[in-house]
């Protein structure tokens, strides 16, 4: 029998509390004037209630956030909801602050098993991320969609992004870590091909969200890139070290 933290170190080396994260990347940024008043947030993290509380914390550091993602946490909104979101970064101050997170998400129980998370009120555990683990399951089984469900538009879409059936995923760890390159492929897509940089500086932080027991969450940062006025893309140290 393993435990939760023999898990969270063997998978994810170097994940920090959610609340340790989110203060290395306020004092990381703070200096380069993402403060309240100038940022907003664009959130792309599954819709989960899970996630919520490492939402709100985020609102409560940057103000009122813009959702991005739907399962998996890849983003989901499309070329209209990009410009939705766009469009209404604070610019009284001239350029605004465009603060991206991005992040799919994984459970690890007391015992250490990774994919679930016992939930409030719930006799047993349950899978985290459900569709990321039903695509795992899938994969596993040769039962992979061969195109994209209408009624299952979500993650038959994701599947078939994510998993190639002649090379499934060795675990759900591998299967989570191909959503967040996906996911980063995508936020700098829609941040590229907005030329968002000509009017608004970017800090892009990405990483895994990984749900203990109790509602304790982690986060695994790999990730995180600045781009000023001068349109260069930088990396930070991915949890602001």
Known sequence: MGSFQASLSRSFPGALTAHQYLER??????????????????????????????????????????????????????????????????????????LVFGFPHIGIETDGTIGVTHRRNQLLPTATCGALASIFQRSQDGTLPAEIDMDDFEVT?????????????????????????????????ALDSSKIADSHDIAVWCGVQIHGHDGEDWIWPRDAWYCGSDGHRRRFPPAGE
């Open 157 to 189: 879409k994701l599947a078939l992004r994510l998993v190639d059936p002649r090379m499934p995923p060795a675990s759900l760890v591998d299967l989570t870590i191909a959503a967040l390159e996906a996911l980063e492929v995508d936020l700098w897509k």
């Open 25 to 98: 990347v306020e004092r990381t940024i703070e200096p380069l004037g993402f403060t309240k008043e100038r940022t907003l947030p664009l959130v792309s993290i599954c819709r989960d209630e899970l996630t919520a509380t490492f939402f709100d914390d985020i609102e409560d550091r940057w103000g009122l956030a813009f959702t991005l993602a739907g399962l998996g946490g890849i983003p989901a909104l499309g070329r209209t909801g990009w410009g939705a979101a766009f469009s209404h970064v604070p610019n009284v101050a001239g350029r605004g602050c465009v």
